[in-house]
Nanobody, 124 residues
Framework: QVQLVESGGGLVQAGGSLRLSCAAS????????MGWFRQAPGKEREFVAE????????SVADSVKDRFTISRDNAKNTVYLQMNNLKPEDTAVYYC?????????????????WGRGTQVTVSS
């Protein structure tokens, strides 16, 4: 099991930026894939971004491409989501996720460990 704690959410105007952080504990960091999902009111949870266990490869959803960047700092056991040029439709609860199996490359279509989420609200 991996324990995850998100931070960095808040209220921002459209066009602004936020950086989300996710601190991990419980298993050897740097050995498993991590990433972010989000869930807006009345909608299903959707994939946002992921980074492989090594950090060598990242992937982001088309809806946030060119605006969001994911990265990880294995020395700090933390993964980040830099969100630029935010839009009202980015408003959601953002959840950090970790695929707890060793040497994994994705958090999609697998069982993951979840954080509790952090609220991001973008005003127009």
């Amino acid at each position: 099991q991996v324990q995850l704690v998100e931070s960095g959410g808040g209220l921002v105007q459209a066009g602004g930026s936020l950086r989300l952080s996710c601190a991990a504990s419980g298993r050897t960091f740097g050995r498993y894939a991590m990433g972010w999902f989000r869930q807006a009111p009345g909608k299903e949870r959707e994939f946002v971004a992921e980074v492989t266990w090594s950090g060598s490869t990242t992937s982001v959803a088309d809806s946030v491409k060119d605006r969001f960047t994911i990265s990880r700092d294995n020395a700090k056991n933390t993964v980040y989501l830099q969100m630029n040029n935010l839009k009202p439709e980015d408003t959601a609860v953002y959840y950090c996720a970790a695929n707890p199996r060793a040497l994994t490359t994705t958090i999609r279509r697998v069982d993951v460990n979840w954080g509790r989420g952090t609220q991001v609200t973008v005003s127009s």
